[in-house]
């Protein structure tokens, strides 16, 4: 079954279930308080049939046959007429009858209640189980129906047994009976109706958040760009709402959803651009010691010639085997290979690469700004030394000779930071927000007249994650600054 389904069953059912309690509930006291009444007019009707008045019992002067009655004679009789050749008994008929040890002439009981009409014996039978002088019984004669009666014992060694009949309550508890019915019909058909109508229009909106879950099954997830735009209507993300809740949270989910997505697309290109670069720069090589190794076979006795294939074919390797290593070591780090963690004291490290960068570049003024006391940081000194060396390298390659590269280092609260500034040209900001990814250059054109492949400054940004720092760049013309926070060995700090 169907929520919905569910729901109007339930309240139908509940309905149903009250309804019924009512009406039980209803003729059981509605019974009880006619009974009583018609109890009451009973008692009544003794007092004018001969018996005491209510609450007082006659001397009866002489002992009663233990409640067993041998003869009774009897009659249906009304106060105003004779009920004479009546079956059915009226709302207003009482049963009179007189018992006594003996036999009693009906003659005597005519005459004494002239409106009777005479009972058989058979037909008065029921009435000799009544005891006397206890509260009214109902008893059933078959002939007449059932009545409400009373017994009690005269002076006389007397029984008069007086009643009413029942048929005025149970034709008021068929009334009653038939109005339950008709209401709680009528309760169950609205009362279905309206909850159908309150139901379905509860659920709309927990049918728009299906439907736009249904859309997104639609959706090519498994690949490209995805644009996953599709979301539930503002309407149906009210938090105060159980379906409003729901639909807030799928939101969030798609949104989570579409992120994901999106910085898969993201990964998925840049893997392709990377192999795609790597590919291109490892072709290039490979085709110069492929070419040169043809040129030496085709010439072998050309001195000259073969000695510069060698050369070339040796320089290209060396470069090749440069490039393999830089994306072997950013597959490692990539991968969370574990780096030392020892001491390393960056002060020194910075003088001793600086040294080699004023060989490298002697055509570039190099300085060192460093403050009196060694900085020292744990982690692995190569790695970091790499890093500098990065730095330094591409501050070379990308600013003409003459200009100035400054490396500083400071401490900042608990951070190691070390700076390398240049005052060159400054890095177009087209390339800046990307300027750490791999195989990007300044010079889009693929030159290599430098000797640059895009991936010093990726490595730079993968070694200092792995030792749990930063790096920022901040470039405009004139100069350009590089930042690497590292954290301090609280060893050596304390």
Known sequence: MTLRSKLIAGFVVAIIAVSAVIGIVTQVFLSDYLLKQLDSRVLATQVRFGGPPPGEQPDTGTTQSNGRFRNLESGLCTETSASAGRINPQPDDSIVGVIVDGAVSTAALRSAYPSCTQLTAAQAAPLTTIAPDQPPVTVSLNDFGTFRVVATAMPDNRVIV??????????TQNRLTVIMLIVAGS????????????????????????????????????????????????????????IGQVGAAL???????SEALSA?????????????????????????????????????DDAAGVTHSLARVHSESERMSSLVDDLLLLARLDAGRPLDHDPVDLTALAIDVVSDARVAGPDHHWRLELPPEPIVVRGDGARLHQLLANLLANARTHT?????????????????????????????????PGIFGRFVRGDQSRSRAAGSTGLGLAIVAAVTAAHDGTVAVNSHPGRTTFTVRLPLDAESTD
């Not at 109508?197 to 690949?223: F, G, H, Q």
């Not at 969030?252 to 959803?257: D, I, N």
């Not at 490396?407 to 930071?417: F, N, Q, Y």
């Open 264 to 300: 898969r697309h993201e990964s998925e290109t840049q893997v392709r651009r990377f192999v795609a670069d790597a590919s291109h720069e490892l072709r290039t090589p490979l085709a110069a010691i492929r070419g040169y190794a043809e040129l030496a076979g085709r010439n072998p």
């Open 162 to 171: 007086t009643g009413l009949s029942t048929a005025d309550v149970s034709a």
């Open 400 to 432: 003409p000779p003459g200009c100035t590269v400054v490396t500083g280092l400071r401490t900042e609260r608990a951070m190691a930071v070390l700076t390398v500034t240049d005052d060159g040209p400054g890095i177009d900001p087209a390339l800046q």
């Open 187 to 242: 309760a169950v058909v609205i009362g279905g109706v309206t909850i159908w109508l309150i139901v379905r229009r509860s659920l709309r909106p927990l049918e728009r958040v299906a439907a736009t879950a249904r859309k997104v099954t639609t959706l090519p997830l498994d690949r490209g760009e995805v644009d996953l735009g599709i979301r539930v209507p503002a309407r149906d993300t009210d938090p105060r709402t159980e």
């Open 251 to 257: 939101n969030q989910m798609l949104g989570h959803v």
